[in-house]
């Protein structure tokens, strides 16, 4: 059989280790998805709507390293976009592949479906620059091979998303076998010179301080699979105390001595604040201050910073390119000498282990109670996924165990993303146990998607804490608006069945019922199981409304006039 366009990508796909590729059919894609269903390393999962596939192939993302979403022109492209931009916010490089309209179609001004309705098709591509590290349009089969290795290559390397649109008539259009899939995926490394010479930097900054802390942000896991074990290594070397913030939790692991909590102003856990701020050094690892994680600008370090990003190294008055994260990691992990004087002024802050209230089984159940219950349930084969809402503020209150991944989608906070992501991520790790801690509100956006966990058969239990309405919203700026139609959650997600799935709905209202559906959800392996958490509607963490109180001057700022008025 001859080899084609479509081939030429289902090959890159299997060579750099997609397993599944999510998809929405169209009629702009339908020879392209029977080129790549025809792969043999390659699993097609439908999904309900573009929205959740692109959602989807971001979880898998977190999982696998990189993902793949297929789309059909315009009407389902647009909705994918949303996904595609969590994907940019969130460091993932997710390849989103576009069906496209005939090549023939456009010098011939033919008005085609799907499209705005005039004869200028240029407009998805011109988007997709926007929201994409690298976007390519195929315009002949022969320059396949070029664009298609070019935009996964930069998707790879800046671990961002890329755009790929193929015309309908060339999925099947004759295309030349791909080469060594290393000119794709080899990896950039460091300049030697600048390695050496960032480590010096680091020795000099370290060298005039006491008190050095390290700081752990989101992108460390992003720099690349031995990452996390540099920071490790560098942690133990240097016997500092570490903290992280919040889109990082899980990356550094939590019973290590020296981990001292999630540093988020006036949020922190553990005290973590208190010694961040007592510091005179923060090595900061891939961080990112944004205004919710400095919580409206008010917890900013205010001392000189040495920063290590993905691919450079700063300092107060020096800046290194092409320095790995990784690389520089290790190199100073064998360089620095021992301070552990963080660590012992800690000790000596380190807050007593709560009292923990246990409920009693008759007793109404309260979000405090079912964080308790979830708490007892997390173990080294956990992977808990937290949706925005109360639930980023309760589950980063978990401690997690070794071994325990904790997924959360901060930058882009996206209400629903955790439905599709866990999905997407539970397909590429169904040994693992996933667990969603999602919202009312949230649910509501995304909920068609619990359907194929129903259909693949994934054991997700899916905590739904149902507050009536967004409470998170209610804390930064209350409104007619921040209400919405409760539904029966329990009922909905039966209804997914079908008649032939194993999804269960459970409703909790008190401290016993969750602990008898938790036993449940534990001995349901045959599909997902939801468990609708009543809880009083400002039943909601301390931390949101410290939080949402400075976020509600940050809301204030949000809607402050400009600066300079116009004139
Ligand atoms: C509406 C909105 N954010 C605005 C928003 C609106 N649309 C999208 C897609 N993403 C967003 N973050 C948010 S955080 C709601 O409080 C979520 O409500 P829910 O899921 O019920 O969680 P809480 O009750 O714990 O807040
Ligand atoms: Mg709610």
Request: include cysteine.
């Amino acid at each position: 059989t001859k080899f084609t366009v479509g081939d030429y990508l289902a090959e890159r796909l299997a060579q750099m280790g997609i397993r599944h590729h999510f998809v929405v059919p169209g009629d702009y894609n339908l020879v392209l998805l029977d080129k790549l269903s025809a792969h043999p390393a390659l699993t097609e999962i439908g999904c309900t709507n573009e929205l959740n596939c692109s959602l989807a192939a971001e979880g898998y993302a977190r999982a696998n390293g990189v993902s793949v979403c297929v789309v059909t022109f315009s009407v389902g492209a647009l909705s994918a976009f949303n996904g595609t931009g969590s994907a940019f916010a969130e460091n993932l490089p997710l390849i989103l592949v576009s069906g496209g309209p005939n090549t023939n179609d456009a010098s011939e001004h033919h008005l085609l479906h799907h499209t705005m309705g005039t004869s200028d098709y240029t407009y998805q591509y011109e988007m997709a620059k926007k929201i994409t590290c690298c976007a390519v349009a195929i315009p002949r089969a022969e320059e396949a091979p070029r664009l298609i290795d070019r935009a996964i290559r930069h998707a790879l390397l800046a671990k961002k998303p890329c755009y790929i649109e193929i015309p309908t008539n060339l999925s099947g259009a004759i295309c030349v076998r791909p080469g060594p899939i290393d000119a794709v995926t080899e990896p950039v490394t460091s300049s030697k010179p600048a390695l050496e010479a960032a480590a010096n930097c680091a020795a000099e900054y370290l060298s005039g301080k006491q008190k050095a802390v390290i700081l752990v942000g989101p992108k460390l896991r992003r720099a690349g699979v031995d990452a996390e074990k540099a920071l490790l290594d560098l942690a133990n070397a240097m016997g500092c105390a570490v903290a992280v913030q919040p889109a990082a939790k899980g990356m550094f692991p939590e019973n290590h001595k020296q981990f001292v909590g999630t540093w988020w102003g006036q949020v922190s856990t553990l005290a973590a604040d208190s010694i961040v701020n007592w510091a005179d050094a923060i090595i900061c690892v891939g961080t990112v201050f944004t205004d919710y994680s400095t919580v409206g600008w008010k917890a900013i370090p205010d001392i000189p910073l040495m920063t290590v990003e993905m691919d450079h190294v700063t300092f107060p008055g020096a800046h290194f390119s092409r320095v790995r994260l990784a690389e520089f990691l290790s190199h100073l992990a064998s360089q620095v000498t021992p301070n552990g004087t963080t660590m012992i002024e800690y000790e000596r802050l380190r807050p007593d282990p709560p009292m923990v209230h246990v409920a009693a089984k008759e007793d109404v159940l309260t979000r405090k109670e079912t964080s308790r219950q979830i708490q007892n349930m997390l173990s080294a084969n956990t992977s808990l996924f937290v949706e925005t809402g109360d639930s980023w503020f309760n589950g980063i209150q978990l401690k997690l165990p070794p071994g325990a991944q904790f997924e959360i989608e901060m930058q882009w906070g996206h209400i629903g993303w955790s439905i599709p992501a866990a999905f997407g991520y539970a397909m590429r790790c169904p040994e693992r146990r996933t667990i969603i801690m999602v919202g009312d509100g949230s649910f509501q956006v995304t909920a068609q998607e619990v359907s194929q966990m129903v259909r693949f058969k994934l054991p997700i239990t899916i905590l739904l804490m149902n507050n009536r309405g967004y409470t998170i919203e209610v804390e930064i700026h209350d409104g007619s608006y921040n209400k919405i139609q409760n539904w029966n959650y329990a009922l909905l997600v039966e209804a997914f069945n079908g008649g032939t799935g194993h999804a269960k709905g459970l409703l909790a209202n008190t401290a016993g019922e969750l602990a008898d559906a938790l036993r449940v959800a534990g001995e349901n392996s045959e599909g997902p199981t939801l468990i609708e958490c009543t809880i009083d509607q400002d039943d909601c963490s301390r931390e949101l409304i410290t939080w949402g109180h400075y976020s509600s001057e940050l809301s204030a700022a949000l809607s402050s006039l400009p600066a300079t008025p116009i004139l």
